[in-house]
């Protein structure tokens, strides 16, 4: 079993900065990409923020155009966490965050398989 289990979501001003966390544990053998996908009400889920795996500090990022230059992505392989933080926070940036992993279970196995988060609500208002 996988858990991914995110905090730090919350109600923020306008102009506000958020940070997000994402842990994921149990019968894990590797994490690869992780990152950060929201959907707001009467919208379809969409991409924020992706990072890939890497031994070093250079970790390939993806980043939505509509929070570049606002959010940034970043990771601790060794807690095998995600972090996003938010600043200069917009109302349009209200949504459910969700967390997603590709994460292999199986050490006899390459592949490796998305999981999610439950989900935190942010909410941007004044």
């Known amino acids: 079993q996988v858990q991914l289990v995110e905090s730090g979501g919350g109600l923020m001003q306008p102009g506000g900065s958020l940070r997000l966390s994402c842990a994921a544990s149990?019968?894990?053998?590797?994490?690869?990409?992780m990152g950060w996908y929201r959907q707001a009400p009467g919208k379809e889920r969409e991409l924020v923020a992706m990072?890939?795996?890497?031994?070093?500090?250079?970790?390939?990022?993806n980043i939505a155009e509509s929070v570049k230059g606002r959010f940034t992505i970043s990771r601790d392989n060794a807690k095998n966490t995600v972090y996003m933080q938010m600043n200069s926070l917009k109302p349009e940036d209200t949504a459910v965050y969700y967390c997603?992993?590709?994460?292999?279970?199986?050490?006899?196995?390459?592949?490796?398989?998305?999981?999610w988060g439950q989900g935190t609500q942010v909410s941007v208002s004044s």
């Open positions: 997603n992993a590709a994460i292999r279970t199986r050490s006899d196995s390459p592949y490796a398989y998305s999981y």
């Open positions: 990072i890939t795996r890497a031994a070093d500090t250079n970790s390939a990022t």
């Open positions: 149990g019968s894990i053998v590797s994490v690869a990409a």
